[in-house]
């Protein structure tokens, strides 16, 4: 489904790459953009209790996701914005939603540790029919995972218009391009570095939706089809 597991595989199996075709995967049609006034959007704000800015995160709880990184790049993000009074910017929260995972109690532990802890929401699950709505209602989407093979999440927010701050390693560089900001996850403080250049400038934001936008074009499940049906005609 990618580049980056293409390599995965050669490396591990020891396969001939000439032997490894990649199709990659694609979005649903459903994640795209949804005017602000639309009634499934309102419902969806009011069903999970989400406030007027947030920072989102969707995904399973896990360490490999490097939530914990978030967390600590939001810590700094809160504690910039009081120290420079900046009102706006320390409205902003920061929702954590997904279903748990494996060792996912280190993560409620690093919430439960933050100074900003009444700034965090956790929702322990999404409905399927509402991702699209949550996605579209977050200011900024992060996903800083450690590995990826393909990276669904990511496509996902930049098809629903929402910038994204993501890791620069394995496929995500591949899925993602110049549609968002790539950060290493080792360092929280360039999650936090990303969060405040696109939450303090509109000029940014917009650049970054905009790229996304034509990204997020370029993986589509009927071009997945086209390209499968064409590697099994040339077997």
Not at 38 to 46: C, F, G
Not at 48 to 60: A, E, Q, S, V
Not at 102 to 112: A, H, M
């Amino acid at each position: 489904v990618s580049e980056s597991t293409k390599e995965d595989v050669a490396k591990l199996y020891g396969i001939s790459r000439e032997k490894i075709s990649v199709i990659h995967s694609g979005a649903a049609d459903k994640f795209r953009v949804v005017g602000r006034n639309e009634e499934r959007l309102i419902k969806a704000k009011d069903k999970y209790g989400l406030p007027y800015r947030f920072i989102l995160y969707l995904g399973t709880i896990e360490p490999r996701k490097n939530i914990i990184g978030i967390i600590r790049a939001f810590n700094e993000f809160s504690e910039w914005a009081e120290k420079g009074g900046n009102e706006e910017l320390s409205k902003y929260r920061l929702v954590i939603a997904g279903s748990s995972g494996w060792l996912s109690g280190r993560i409620c532990s690093e919430i439960g540790k933050s100074k900003f802890r009444e700034k965090i929401i956790s929702l322990n699950f999404i409905e399927e029919e509402d991702k699209e709505y949550v996605m579209n209602l977050a200011s900024l989407f992060v996903y800083p995972s450690f590995f990826e093979g393909f990276g669904f999440p990511p496509l996902e927010a930049m098809a629903c218009g929402v910038p994204v701050i993501t890791a620069n390693n394995a496929s995500l560089p591949e899925v993602v391009g110049s549609g968002g900001i790539l950060i290493d996850p080792d360092r929280p403080d360039e999650i936090f570095q990303a969060m405040r250049e696109i939450l303090s400038s509109g000029e940014l934001r917009d650049d970054l939706v905009s790229k996304g936008s034509v990204q997020a074009k370029k993986f589509s499940w009927t071009k997945t089809k086209e390209e499968f049906l064409k590697m099994i005609n040339r077997m």
